[in-house]
């Protein structure tokens, strides 16, 4: 043995099962003349490695800094021993099931090179809809658990053919230990249920969609539902099918070039749409009249999405002409899809073949499926681009399970977040997971689908939680499921406030320990006095938080019919401005105006601060959507119109008061005036203009106050594009540093990692 050997063993944390690190340690462990193993196990990639100090330390170098494009290294732990003189020749061996620390990998689009194979006819993978290799495909969504090997996932009932079989086996191949790998031969098939007998999967697929059919389609980590975006008779069908009355549809697009005639994609827009994660982007749509009528009316933004899954390509692939190579995605090409997810009434996205025939039978009209199976649910992420930075509004397949990195590290502890846009969150060290995103938690199946991927992301991480955090309002689903797991566990229970979960979560992505100033913006939650919060000025320094003001309190007439018609805070508008005696005319087409008029004339009605609910107001008063078909849609067509309107030419402004609140009453009166219903766009420009103004002067005052310069800013109203650009720049020229989300959404999708920030820093875990 040369007398220079030394052996390590190599432990590597971090995203390094499922993305090629095996074959990719295996490849540079060779050149470099090493002996010794590989191996997946619980923790990650352990390396047993054995030569001259001068290999080993150009092999520990490589690992940091060459890993394959979707390995994500944490850490590196080197441990150096006695070497072998019997070890000889370097080899990939079997996965060991032990120890905590391995993270799966998410879903990716289909690389260069699988696409390469799935255009050419002499390929034996040619116009395969599930091909995959170590370098892109399913992960997340066909892994049960860990370590990432074949048998733990929904590949483990496809035994590999001969051919497919010498490539997993050999090192060279990049496909070498691709757990989902498969080929025609062997793997999954695609069928076409609805079309004609003996018809190809995809033409016929094509040739219903058409004509004017809606086919639900299975994906990653559920089904679509798609019909032709350009037949509006088809999209009119879909939309009273799935009681869609007006929400904005998502549009697929065969690639960035076929995007030029809807929206004006910027190259940050692009770079997101092509980006391997290919998550739905919201881009401004062109001036002028709106193309494809029904998908998206009366909104300013587009949401548009490339295709993710060998599927979905050879549509568009079929739709031009099949065309040899890849040439074609190059070019613009004319087929435009909705693509929605498959779900009835708020339920959860379907993702069982069964399920998919019995639940959308009254929806579709054919099924294109494949008998791979979808072990976690998944939907599509949403993000908008804003300032140059990708901002997550919906947190799920391509971003799920992807750690986010915490300031330092804590004990476990499980986060069971919002009832709204509901996701749960466990921290494991210094990191956090995320479930994706699961949806509002008013039915049972939404619950119980939230469960099942609580328990799932559970059996990932491998950690057992010593806290359970959950909101402070008691009958939110995640606040019972709390007390039992925490009971179940003998582990402690931590409430959060609303807000203070908003504004922790902003300082989780940020890894801000300082004590800043929170800003929440959002619809409502439960505030500490039991009232209804929702436009919040906090003082935060961990597990601390003080209420320093708030906006100007509205009448709540209804409760959550209020969030649901916008006519009714605006009714209460008219009343705090003494206008009450105009509510049953101005309202007369609502049967309820004259009852809301009398409540509001008596004072008897429950009050909230929330951001949310002044915008409601707002859109009320301008007759934009007197009763609301969606959660969001009056703000929605309140800020596109503030676009339309462009820079506001006179905008009124408030003061807090001494005690802090914020009251928006003066700029509600300007839109209260029958002249703004004339020039609604104007008149929306002004209010944003306004608000960002009060808000910016407001957070200033607390500065001046507290002397903290910096304000973490969260809650959903902080998804208003123009509010969230006004209010940076307001706050900038105050000398005020905003910090804002953007791994995770600023809406209740991250109320479950701001529960675990500050259930870490809460006494005794």
């Known amino acids: 043995m040369n007398a220079d050997a030394a052996r390590l063993r190599i432990r590597v944390r971090g995203v390094v099962q499922g993305v090629g690190f095996r074959p990719f340690v295996w490849r540079t462990a060779t050149a470099l003349g090493l002996a010794g193993t590989v191996r997946n196990d619980g923790a990650g990639v352990a390396i047993d490695v054995q030569g001259t100090r001068a290999a080993l330390g150009a092999l520990r170098s490589s690992l940091g800094t060459d890993p394959p494009p979707r390995a994500r290294v944490d850490a590196i732990e080197c441990e150096e021993c006695v070497p072998d003189p019997a070890l000889t020749g370097f080899a990939v061996v079997a996965s060991r099931a ?52 074949r048998e733990r996932t929904s590949l483990a009932p496809f035994p590999l053919c001969t051919a497919c079989g010498d490539e997993y086996r050999s090192p060279r191949d990049r496909r070498f230990h691709a757990e989902a790998t498969a080929c025609p031969a062997c793997g999954p098939r695609l069928a076409l249920e609805g079309g004609e007998p003996g018809e190809d999967p995809i033409a016929g697929t094509l040739r219903l969609l058409r004509a004017g059919a809606i086919v639900a389609i299975k994906g990653l980590g559920g089904y679509h539902l798609a019909c032709d975006a350009t037949n509006a008779a088809a999209v009119r069908r879909l939309r009273e099918r799935k009681h869609r009355e007006e929400q904005p549809f998502a549009i697929m697009v065969a690639n960035a070039a076929s995007l030029a005639s809807h929206v004006g994609a910027d190259d940050g827009e692009r770079a997101l749409l092509e980006s391997p994660e290919r998550p739905i982007v919201l881009v401004g749509r062109r001036p002028g009249p709106m193309a494809l009528p029904g998908v998206a009316d009366g909104v300013d933004r587009l949401g548009v999405m490339l295709p993710y899954t060998p599927l979905q390509y050879l549509l568009f692939h079929e739709a031009a002409g099949r065309p040899r190579g890849t040439a074609w995605l190059g070019t613009p090409q004319p087929l435009v899809l909705v693509m929605t997810s498959a779900n009835i009434h708020d339920e959860p996205l379907v993702i069982d073949d069964d399920e998919a025939r019995s639940a959308l039978a009254g929806i579709a009209q054919a099924w294109l499926w494949h008998d791979r199976r979808i072990v976690t649910r998944c939907d599509d992420s949403l993000m908008r681009v804003r300032d140059g930075t990708p901002r997550m509004l919906r947190r799920a397949r391509g971003a799920a399970p992807k750690a986010l990195r915490l300031g330092r590290a804590g004990p476990v502890v499980l986060g ?80 959060v406030q609303h807000h203070h979960a908003h504004v922790a979560a902003v300082l989780a992505e940020h890894r801000a320990e300082e004590p800043v100033l929170g800003l929440a913006l959002d619809g409502i939650g439960h505030g500490m006095d039991g009232g209804a919060w929702g436009g919040e000025l906090l003082l935060v320094d961990g597990p601390r938080c003080e209420r320093l003001g708030h906006l100007g309190t509205l009448p709540l007439v209804g409760g959550d019919r209020a969030a649901r018609e916008p006519w009714r805070p605006a009714a209460a508008a008219l009343a705090a401005l003494g206008r009450g005696d105009e509510i049953a005319a101005r ?21 909230t601060s929330s951001l949310g609910r002044w915008f409601d107001a707002a859109a009320g ?12 849609q009056a703000a929605m067509l309140l800020e ?47 209010f944003h203009a306004g608000l960002a103004t009060s808000l910016a002067d407001w957070v200033a005052w607390a500065s001046r106050r507290s002397g903290l310069a910096t304000v973490a800013c969260g809650g ?17 020229a105050r000398g005020v540093k905003m910090l804002e989300a953007a791994l995770v959404p600023s809406n209740d999708g991250a109320i479950s990692l701001g529960q675990c920030w500050i259930a870490q820093r809460s006494g005794r875990t």
């Open 716 to 732: 959903g109203c902080l998804q208003n594009d123009v509010l969230a650009r006004a209010l940076r720049s307001g706050l900038a």
């Open 416 to 495: 069971l977040g919002g009832h709204y846009k509901a996701t749960a969150c466990v921290t494991r060290a210094d990191e956090a997971f995320l479930t994706p995103h699961v949806g509002d938690l008013d039915l049972a199946p939404t619950r119980r689908a939230f469960d099942a991927a609580v328990r799932h992301l559970l059996a990932l991480t491998e950690v057992r939680p010593v806290a359970v955090a959950h909101d402070l309002h008691p009958d939110f689903h995640g606040s019972r499921l709390a007390v039992r797991l925490a009971d179940e566990w003998q582990v402690r229970l931590v409430p």
């Open 587 to 607: 309202f007369a087409a609502e049967p309820a105006a004259s009852t809301v008029a009398r409540i509001l004339a008596r004072g008897s009605a429950p009050r």
């Open 640 to 686: 596109s119109l503030a676009v339309a309107g462009g820079p506001a030419r006179a905008a009124v402004a408030v003061a807090p008061t001494e005690d802090g609140v914020l009251d928006l009453l003066p700029l509600l009166a300007v839109l209260a005036d029958p002249a703004s219903s004339t020039a609604p766009a104007a008149a929306s420009a002004a």
């Open 98 to 149: 032990a120890g905590a620390g391995a993270a799966i990998g998410h879903d990716t689009a289909p690389c260069g090179a699988c696409l390469a194979e799935l255009f050419d006819p002499g390929d034996r993978r040619y116009r395969y809809a599930l091909t995959n290799c170590t370098d892109c495909g399913p992960r997340y969504t066909v892994t049960a658990s860990l370590p990432y090997d």
């Open 621 to 632: 008063l301008l007759g934009l959507v007197p009763v609301a078909s969606f959660e969001g």
